[in-house]
């Protein structure tokens, strides 16, 4: 283990697993202080690029592309998508169907993110068509438009723990929802990973979740 | 004014404005609902890429370019940029000097970014090396790694408000911080603005501070 005390370790995370991410990172990091650490936070088409290109250790991901058969991965803790809106709207409280929900005005993540896909699709099953105001770039700036009361919008859980605009924000109780997607640890198959990178998934399979609830029971206490 | 009902605003501001420009926007569009809103968030590069292209109707911008001297520029909010640290940091609580700081891992924004150039042509005003430890795209993923005491950081006072992971930041008392900036609506000069388009500028004006006030007061409470 020698060696480990200087090594490099990447990682690639999908953005809303920045919620997250840094902190194991942190954590795992004070055992190893002097290792070199490199940590991309991007939308998911940049982490399938980097992956394509072999640029980092490990990635941490949402959604698995169909595309990408020659990757082993590793579930590690759950992923509810919510749909959420101003705190004042007039569907807060409500159970409603994705057809009323559609009439709304939908800010939605930029092309190329997993979770704009995950709402196309599922509009599209329902030969719903989305009403899009905003497309944003992080899930930040979306929480602000929603807190702005400019639409409703669909995030990961864990990013609801997070701003202090998140007191005007609620979820909405719609039909299908929570969507219940997963966090995946990947690399090629077929991938020699080095004895930090090996530390570091078997940190993340044994501790990734508890970094996730420490979040989510801020989420709760905040949205409930 | 009866053309301004079904008019386009289209805005394109700074990362960090997010924190105040949604809800100034969503705030404006109340009076317009039918308006079509466009609103892009990104950083200082792609801004003035934009603005370049004629994109948008207005821009929000921190630092103003020395090389778009065709520009007018209309300041209406101050924008203290800080250095923050995870709250259990050694440092937290006392005086320290640029030198000290420079000792330190540091968390930086992305090239491109304005506040990456600041500190960029500070610390090499003073003959000092920056101990860059991660490069991070958003505020969010840096306050995250500062919460994960991965290093220390600059960023606008603004962007300190959002996260709960904020209850594990504290700001460094470093000599020449807060360096003072200030937030501007910018446009190209001779463009004619829009009905619309001026009435969000004016309205700015006004009320902008007010956006940005909500902001400080949650983050003078939390940090002081």
Chains 1, 2 share one sequence.
């Not at 930090?196 to 905040?222: D, P, V």
Request: glycine content about 6%; proline content about 4%; hydrophobic content about 40%.
């Amino acid at each position: 283990f020698r060696g480990m005390k200087r090594g490099r370790l990447r990682i690639a995370v999908n953005s809303t697993a920045k919620y997250f991410a840094p902190l194991a990172l942190g954590k795992f990091s004070k055992q190893y202080p002097e290792i070199e650490l490199g940590l991309k936070i991007s939308n998911r088409e940049t982490i399938l690029r980097r992956i394509d290109q072999n640029l980092d250790d490990l990635y941490i991901l949402g959604q698995i592309p169909t595309t990408h058969v020659d990757l082993e991965v590793i579930p590690f803790a759950p992923n509810p998508l919510v749909i959420i809106a101003n705190k004042q709207h007039k569907l807060v409280g409500k159970r409603i169907t994705l057809a009323r929900l559609a009439q709304e005005p939908f800010i939605m993540r930029e092309e190329g993110s997993g979770i704009r896909s995950t709402i196309e699709k599922l509009f599209s099953k329902h030969q719903l068509t989305i009403n899009e105001r905003l497309s944003l770039e992080t899930n930040e700036a979306i929480k602000h438009c929603v807190a702005g009361d400019l639409g409703v919008a669909c995030v990961s859980g864990h990013a609801l723990d997070v701003d202090s605009s998140d007191s005007h924000i609620a979820k909405l109780e719609v039909d299908g929802f929570p969507i219940q997607k997963q966090w995946n640890i990947v690399y090629p198959s077929g991938k020699t990973l080095s004895v930090l990178a090996r530390e570091f998934l078997q940190f993340l399979q044994e501790h990734g979740e508890t970094f996730i609830s420490l979040n989510m029971q801020n989420t709760l206490s905040k949205t409930a």
